[in-house]
């Protein structure tokens, strides 16, 4: 049997469990060396809705990830022990969960465009087409787009569709800084089921509230965004400030209920902040920093933990858990030690691998001499 295929070695082992034939053919997944988890997801979702909800498609969606997917997912979902207590997510939950790590970000309007804009390519067949098609339906549906959406999602889609690359990685980079409209509370939104749909494996066929009133939001960022673009190859300063701020010269529409107005220097080191912060956090090839043990000896496990709750609920990266406790739970832009009203010296003073002091140093970056 191919190696990707085996049930191999105990850390996929679970006592008690006895997994079905079905899923021999499903590949492992780990998530590293930049494994792909969309197509991985498409052939373990089909299993497991052939299984149906009366299986344990999760106990199997557990055997067949190893590390780093695993640990990914154990942290935030901690497996049955002995005393059966863990609250176990649904499938569709703790896919969204693995996606929102190891898939790809924003990827949602690339996948829309694969469909509703395909290109038939020269000497394909019509066979070839429906074939492509069905495979990029899948796509969708694997990634939760449902198939009847609000105006406001397909609408968001097209105006994406309009930016160029560099435009947008400027706008989805800011976007990741806004926590009612960012990759992350899509995913999250993604894998959350109403209740009466708990323990399906079918993504659902209808936009949510609340997934509706998230492409409202993105809506309003990206009007804001484009009325402020010049096309004379570059957007400037007014289209990154209309991004962050949601507001045009002119208002724009009330579906954003929170307006961001701007607030000069002060808002500007906020953004800076945040967009250091996110960079960071989403540099998965850096270690996490060293908030317990030696440099010699670093309790490794533990520093990830820490580094992915603080990661989500956007915490200061540069504190001591002393630090961090001391000042209770404050987003990372008010940390009294490195936030928008610290000193340059208090800036400096970083706990080793949680990045740069100053704007100079680059986002994401580290600098292990800081403590």
């Known amino acids: 049997m191919d190696a990707r295929h085996a049930n191999a070695g105990s850390e996929g082992a679970d006592p008690g469990f006895k997994s079905n034939k079905s899923f021999d053919g499903v590949p492992l997944f780990s998530g590293a060396n930049q494994q792909p988890i969309q197509p991985w997801a498409i052939e373990f979702l089909a299993v497991a809705e052939n299984m149906g909800d009366a299986h344990d498609n999760v106990r199997e969606l557990r055997m067949k990830l190893r590390n780093p997917a695993r640990a990914h997912l154990n942290r935030r979902y901690p497996p049955i022990g002995a005393d059966s207590t863990a609250e176990q997510p649904e499938l569709l939950e703790a896919l969204a969960y693995l996606a929102s790590e190891f898939g790809p970000k924003y990827g949602e309007g690339q996948l829309m465009r694969e469909y509703y804009r395909y290109e038939r390519q020269p000497g394909e067949t019509g066979a070839d087409v429906l074939r492509a098609l069905t495979a990029a339906r899948e796509r969708l549906r694997a990634a939760g787009i449902p198939a009847v959406r609000d105006e406001a999602e397909d609408h968001y889609y097209v105006l994406e569709w309009s930016l160029t690359p560099a435009q947008r990685t400027l706008f989805l980079s800011q976007l990741s800084s806004d926590r009612h409209a960012s990759d992350a509370c899509l995913k999250h939104l993604t894998g959350t089921l109403d209740a009466t749909r708990r323990g399906s494996v079918a993504p659902s066929p209808t936009s949510s509230a609340a997934r509706t009133q998230l492409f409202k939001i993105r809506v309003g960022l990206l009007e804001a965004f484009l009325v402020h673009d010049t096309g004379t190859g570059g957007h400037g300063g007014k289209a990154r400030v209309a991004t962050t701020t949601g507001t045009a010269d002119e208002p724009t529409d009330d579906a ?50 820490t580094f992915a709750e603080r990661k989500a609920a956007r915490a200061c990266f540069g504190c001591t858990p002393a630090q961090l406790e001391a000042q209770g739970d404050i987003p990372h832009w008010q940390c009294r030690h490195h936030g928008q009203d610290a000193s340059a010296a208090d800036r400096a003073l970083r706990v080793p691998g949680s990045g740069p002091a100053r704007l100079s140093d680059g986002p994401g970056g580290t600098s292990t001499s800081r403590r």
């Open 256 to 305: 954003d209920p929170t307006p961001r107005p701007a607030y000069g220097d002060r808002a500007a080191v906020v953004l800076r902040l945040k967009a250091q912060h996110t960079a960071r956090g989403a540099a998965t090839d850096k270690p996490p920093p060293r908030y317990y043990g030696t440099s010699e000896r670093p309790e490794t496990q533990r520093n990830a933990a």
